[in-house]
């Protein structure tokens, strides 16, 4: 299993500015992931965290507007840029561990970002 | 990726056995089927994980039948802590990029 620590837990942002979240991990991981989910919604996969290279982003989500960095194989951050009230969300990170043939997703607690 | 299709809503009673199904037509053949749970302010837990046939924890059974096509979460005797929306996710296999893709869930609303 992993224990995954993420902060801020919440927050309240004034649009235009940029929040970084990070995301702590306890043990070493190859994959790591940015999920968002929107009020009422499913979640929606950001990127994929690669270290030691750029994130892949998935359709819809630019580097210019969600900013990864992905230092070492414990952590990760989350930038969310130039913000606007579309961006309320609660995003989250994630991390796959595999066992065997088996692969699981861990996720943080999430931050709840509030943009006004 | 395979896409996974759930009822959007579910409501039961306190002690009753509820059953889930996701449709998933496309499946891989190196795909596994991952049932994961999801309260409020929090992230998804982890329930159950299977290929095929059924798989039983100390939570959920997952009946898998022949063809893959669905897979069925089997919750035995809920609770109101059971309260919740699941999700159902099928996913490739360490050789593949490991990003798994969420369907829009199922919400079980359990009711005194």
């Known amino acids: 299993s992993a224990v995954i620590s993420q902060k801020p837990s919440r927050d309240i942002c004034q649009r235009g500015t940029s929040l970084t979240i990070q995301c702590q991990v306890d043990s070493q991981v190859t994959m790591m992931f940015w999920y968002r989910q929107q009020p009422g919604q499913s979640l929606t996969l950001i990127a994929t965290a690669n270290q030691g290279s750029e994130a892949t982003y998935e359709s819809g989500f630019v580097i210019d507007k969600f900013p990864i960095s992905r230092p070492n194989l414990t952590f990760s951050t989350l930038t969310v840029s130039n913000m606007s009230p579309e961006d309320s969300s609660i995003y989250l990170c994630?991390?796959?561990?595999?066992?065997?043939?088996?692969?699981?997703?861990?996720f943080g607690s999430g931050t709840q970002l509030s943009v006004l | 990726l395979a896409k996974t299709t759930q009822p959007i809503s579910m409501d039961s009673y306190e002690g009753q056995e509820v059953n889930i199904t996701c449709s998933h037509n496309?499946?891989?053949?190196?795909?596994?089927i991952t049932w994961y749970q999801q309260f409020p302010s929090q992230g998804p837990r982890f329930i159950i994980q299977g290929y095929k046939t059924k798989v039983t924890n100390e939570v959920a059974s997952l009946f898998i039948p022949a063809d893959r096509k669905s897979s069925t979460l089997s919750l035995p005797r809920v609770s109101l802590s059971d309260t919740a929306v699941y999700y159902c996710l099928v996913g490739p296999s360490t050789s593949n990029t490991g990003k798994l893709i969420f369907g829009q869930g199922t919400t079980l609303q359990v009711k005194p």
């Open positions: 496309n499946i891989a053949t190196n795909d596994y």
């Open positions: 994630s991390v796959l561990i595999t066992t065997g043939a088996n692969e699981k997703l861990f």
